[in-house]
């Protein structure tokens, strides 16, 4: 079983970047789609980026032109450059792992993951 952790969260003002890390633990995790999503209070939990084996990168609409999903296997590390943040950015983000059979595979749904990390905290400042 693999174990995530993220950082790189923290309080940043609107218009800055922040860059989140996903390190994993446990087991290689280059067999698997990775997603970010990220949860706001009193709201559901969304989907953000997702990156399959092959590097195939999917983004929500909110995060299109403005996140960048990558991923390091050997450093069993992914990341989530984020730019031009926004006050709605504001959230906590949580990485999540799935093993995946197919290179092109991605899931957008929380219910789609079965291992996910413990979050890190988002502040956008208008």
């Known amino acids: 079983q693999v174990q995530l952790a993220e950082s790189g969260g923290g309080l940043v003002q609107a218009g800055g970047s922040l860059r989140l890390s996903c390190v994993a633990s446990?087991?290689?995790?280059?067999?698997?789609?990775l997603g970010w999503f990220r949860q706001a209070p009193g709201k559901e939990r969304e989907f953000v980026s997702a990156?399959?084996?092959?590097?195939?990168?999917y983004y929500a609409n909110s995060a299109k032109g403005r996140f960048t999903i990558s991923r390091d296997n050997a450093k069993s590390t992914v990341y989530l450059q984020m730019n031009s943040l926004k006050p709605e950015d504001t959230a906590v983000y949580y990485c999540?792992?799935?093993?995946?059979?197919?290179?092109?595979?991605?899931?957008?749904?929380?219910?789609?993951?079965?291992?996910w990390g413990q979050g890190t905290q988002v502040t956008v400042s208008s």
């Open positions: 990156i399959s084996r092959g590097n195939n990168t």
């Open positions: 446990g087991r290689a995790f280059d067999g698997d789609t």
């Open positions: 999540a792992a799935k093993r995946a059979y197919a290179v092109s595979t991605w899931y957008y749904k929380p219910e789609q993951y079965d291992t």
